[in-house]
């Protein structure tokens, strides 16, 4: 099933605690990504900045928090070169989600599974239906 999300209104900035350089960014979007859509999007977002200049207290893991990407050590002069940077890795990411067909985690095909099951020959008992 694919997997798309948006930016849906302006971001939001908060001071950080005393010592820390830049802000925290707070983006609101469409829902709450599953793991697999944030990790793609912290990895599409580093590699849209490498090589950028006044990226160094950025924190690019685990940005993705509920329905909002958080970004924290944000610095004034980096605000726009981010925002393009951050588009872009949003709409890759929703790009390279919905190619992807979802894998079921599980260790062998359902079908080897229920094989197993009936190779156990326990029978259901009397009245219960097969399978129940």
């Known amino acids: 099933m694919a997997e798309r999300h948006t930016i849906v209104s ?4 908060e001071p950080l605690p005393s010592g820390r350089v830049g802000v925290r960014l707070l983006v609101p979007l ?11 999007l912290s990895a599409r977002l ?6 950028q200049s006044a990226v160094g ?16 050590g944000v610095e004034e002069r980096e605000a726009s070169n981010l925002a393009d ?6 709409d890759a990411t ?8 979802e894998q079921p985690n599980e ?3 359902r079908d080897t599974a229920a094989a197993i ?8 008992p009397p009245g219960v239906p097969p399978g129940s």
Request: overall charge negative; glycine content about 10%; charged content about 25%.
């Open 57 to 72: 207290y950025l924190r690019l893991n685990d940005i993705v928090q509920g329905d909002h990407i958080v970004l924290e």
């Open 94 to 101: 929703n790009n390279a989600c919905a190619d992807r067909v």
């Open 46 to 51: 580093t590699t849209e900045l490498t090589g």
């Open 85 to 90: 940077a951050l588009h872009r890795a949003v």
């Open 117 to 124: 099951a009936q190779r156990i020959g326990v029978d259901a």
């Open 107 to 109: 260790n062998m095909p």
């Open 10 to 13: 302006e971001a939001r900035g």
């Open 30 to 40: 469409s829902g709450s990504p599953s793991g697999r859509w944030s990790r793609d």
